[in-house]
């Protein structure tokens, strides 16, 4: 059974940073590829970045500069670290992972198979 637990969020100020943390349980269960999506009240949620086995990583036009994700894959923790916090990036973040390769590029939601439950982040202005 895939477990996928989220940690790290919180309120930062405008300009600041986070880094996020997904602490992964996937035991006979390959990941092809990890992402983070974020989703705000009313909207659907939206691929962030990803990040594939092979080391291939793609992230969304609008973090792009301002995110990184990367993997310990000894403690096999999927990060996300934001920089230049803007107000539009509070949401509620979600770990993600496929157990298949999927097409490149920041993909919808539907094709990943498994899920955290998410994790606050509020940047005040």
């Known amino acids: 059974q895939v477990q996928l637990v989220e940690s790290g969020g919180g309120s930062v100020q405008a300009g600041g940073s986070l880094r996020l943390s997904c602490a992964m349980s996937?035991?006979?269960?390959?990941?092809?590829?990890m992402g983070w999506f974020r989703r705000t009240p009313g909207k659907e949620r939206e691929g962030v970045a990803r990040l594939d086995t092979d080391g291939v990583t793609a992230y969304a036009d609008s973090v792009k500069g301002r995110f990184t994700i990367t993997k310990d894959n000894v403690k096999n923790i999927l990060y996300l670290k934001m920089n230049r916090l803007k107000h539009e990036d509070s949401a509620m973040y979600y770990c993600a992972g496929a157990h298949n390769p999927l097409l490149p590029g920041i993909v919808d939601d539907l094709w990943y198979h498994h899920w955290g439950q998410g994790i606050q982040v509020s940047v005040s202005a």
């Open positions: 996937t035991g006979p269960v390959r990941l092809y590829v």
